[in-house]
């Protein structure tokens, strides 16, 4: 069973930083791009950035371009997302997906979700 | 970047009643649209993807097309577990992006 649980989200004054991981398990997490997706409260969906295979391609909305990093580490299975100069605006849910197994940027499997807070 | 406009916003329906939901690409996106489903405090679940190919364990009662740029979610008979918010999303480039929800909640 596919699993991703992603951490490292709380509160943090606004221009602060964080780091979310999201943790696989259950498939062959080498051999997926992977993608965070944020929600805000009460709002729609919003793609954030995906990272290729092997990192050599990375991917970013323009609302964090220049601010947030994405990067992964295909030994330990796990994702990240570093995320500098936070502003108010970065306040959500952040979920971490993985795609189909063809490459296709569609994300049949999603974490529970990690909570971010940027207030001072 | 590709902007995508769902309509409604909301709808309210009964069970066992049709369902359309709407999402106009303000490009062409080649047929790389997917559904997804969100219940409150519950992650999205992908139900279809590539305009049409249903997900793995959906039901048949959801069916996706598509007319040049605009592309169409269909509930044939809403079931009470239906009851969610759905989103559509493109993926022919970068960045992705998401339709703003539609709502459909019990008449």
């Known amino acids: 069973e596919v699993q991703l649980l992603e951490s490292g989200g709380g509160l943090v004054q606004p221009g602060g930083s964080l780091r979310l991981s999201c943790a696989a398990s259950?498939?062959?997490?080498?051999?997926?791009?992977m993608t965070w997706v944020r929600q805000a409260p009460g709002k729609g969906l919003e793609w954030v950035s995906t990272?290729?295979?092997?990192?050599?391609?990375?991917y970013y909305a323009n609302s964090v371009k220049g601010r947030f990093t994405i990067s992964r580490d295909n030994s330990k299975n796990t994702l990240y997302l570093q995320m500098n100069s936070l502003r108010a605006e970065d306040t959500a849910i952040y979920y971490c997906a993985s795609g189909l197994s063809n490459g296709w940027y569609f994300f049949p499997h999603w974490g529970q979700g990690t909570l971010v807070t940027v207030s001072s | 970047d590709i902007q995508m406009t769902q309509s409604p916003s909301s709808v309210s329906a009964s069970v066992g009643d049709r369902v359309t939901i709407t999402c106009r690409a303000s490009q062409g996106i080649n047929n790389w649209l997917a559904w997804y489903q969100q219940k409150p405090g519950k992650a999205p679940k992908l139900l279809i993807y590539a305009t049409s190919t249903l997900q793995s364990g959906v039901p048949s009662r959801f069916s996706g097309s598509a007319s040049g740029t605009d592309f169409t979610l269909t509930i044939s008979s809403l079931q009470p577990e239906d009851f969610a918010t759905y989103s559509c999303?493109?993926?022919?480039?970068?960045?992705?992006?998401f339709g703003g929800g539609t709502k459909v909640e019990i008449k």
């Open positions: 999303q493109q993926a022919n480039s970068f960045p992705l992006t």
């Open positions: 990272v290729s295979i092997s990192s050599d391609r990375t």
């Open positions: 259950g498939f062959t997490f080498s051999s997926f791009a």
